[in-house]
């Protein structure tokens, strides 16, 4: 597999874009039989509706849902975490089963349905993180985190399992060497290609800025379905559900590779990418979040995105990132999106050794050897490309 997974062919569809009469974007499909067909059904999004379907006009009305955590909560989830460390078992074997939570782990999994069938967003409030230490507050991550998901995906190919996303100063690998997480920079909105449910524990806020924002995949597709067929692969109907993997870093060829096996994308597949992002952008509704905060993100209904942000000595951004997947209320994964939910949760990732939980960030950045400035990095993180 090249570094860049899922480029949208640019041979798939060879048409040219133009401005129709209103003044829309039309994306061209060249004329064959049937394909005049398809491309009216393309520009007549299905009509979708439920709890997953929300806009930029639902913003006052919109509020992920949020398990706040009382005295008792917090007691419970202690108790848990005292349990687990009695065990001497390693923090990597954190489940249910050893982190058991009687009281709290049916809301829990009430949590799960409203991820898969609800908005696709849910918050858990009310650990303080330097309450715990840096091994306890990974501990209590896993530990929730595993009445969410009961799977946990591998991140990259030298077997990391969580990610700290996260800036130091002392780094020496310049930014644009670097991860987009890895920055300050903002990030536009994608999904986690690979990923189900995306889970993020708010250890510290930025100084300034650094604001997650979410958009309804469901809703962008809803107000702007003439993309979609250009970038089908990257989204699908499944079970009625819109169903998409998008991250505009990992899409098309690398710069730094230049054997042109990936050929480079159409005018309209580029536009189309530029499409999707300028719509997400008029949806997208703030998520509020807090030191502290368990955000968990339906990672195939919801686009997220980043502001860029500036730490100081006071303050500095620090998110801890798990990739989740609930078999029991899974989807299931579209053909298309295989290939990279294979390297992360599938017989690539069985074959992943040495699967590592760091509990703090790396002290020093190792400059990857394909970066774009992409949000996730399972293909393209390491030396040894997973699915080449």
């Known amino acids: 597999m090249m570094p860049h997974a899922y480029p949208v062919s640019p041979h798939a569809f060879a048409g040219r874009h133009s401005r129709s009469n209103d003044g829309e974007w039309e994306l061209g499909i060249p004329s064959s039989p049937g394909r005049n067909e398809l491309a009216r059904l393309a520009r007549r999004p299905p009509s979708i509706k439920g709890s997953a379907v929300w806009s930029a006009v639902d913003r006052k009305l919109f ?24 065990l001497g078992l390693d923090g990597s074997e954190v489940s249910r089963e050893n982190f058991p939570l009687p009281v709290l782990g049916s809301q829990l999994r009430d949590c799960a349905v409203e991820i898969h069938q609800g908005s696709g967003v849910f918050v858990i409030r009310g650990l303080v993180p330097e309450k715990y230490s840096a091994e306890d507050n990974t501990i209590l991550f ?16 030298k077997g990391a399992m969580l990610t700290h996303v996260y800036e130091s100063k002392s780094w020496t690998v310049p930014r644009e060497k670097r991860h987009g997480i890895h920055t300050n920079k903002s990030l536009p909105f994608h999904n986690d290609m690979g990923c189900e449910i995306l889970a993020i524990h708010v250890r510290s806020c930025a100084a300034q800025g650094g604001q997650t924002y979410v958009a309804s995949a ?4 809803t107000r702007r379905g003439d993309f979609r067929f250009v970038l089908a692969p990257l989204i699908e109907f499944k ?24 050929p ?20 997208q509704i703030r998520l ?51 290939t990279a939910w294979d390297a992360s949760f599938g017989t690539k990732a069985e074959r992943v050794v040495n699967k590592q939980y760091p509990v703090a960030p790396m002290p020093e950045y190792m400059e990857p050897k394909f970066t774009n400035g992409s949000a996730a990095f399972i293909v393209d993180s390491d030396d040894e490309v997973l699915g080449s």
């Open 63 to 86: 509020k992920p849902s949020t398990l706040e955590l009382g005295p008792a909560d917090v007691a419970e989830v202690e108790q848990a975490l005292k349990h687990f460390l009695g």
């Open 142 to 157: 896993l530990g929730l985190a595993s009445y969410i998901g009961d799977q946990r995906g591998v991140q990259s190919s």
């Open 218 to 221: 469901a809703e962008i597709c």
């Open 239 to 262: 079970s009625g559900h819109i169903v998409m993997s998008v991250d505009p870093g990992r899409i098309g060829p690398h710069p730094a590779v230049t054997d042109g096996k990936i």
């Open 264 to 283: 480079e994308l159409l005018p309209s597949q580029a536009l189309a990418l530029a499409l999707l992002q300028e719509t997400a952008r008029t949806q």
């Open 288 to 338: 509020p979040t807090r030191r502290g905060d368990m955000v968990f993100i339906n990672n195939w209904s919801v686009l997220h995105a980043r502001e860029s942000y500036q730490d100081d000595g006071s303050a500095t951004r620090h998110l801890v990132r798990l990739w989740l997947r609930n078999s029991e209320l899974s989807l299931g994964v579209p053909e298309s999106m295989k």
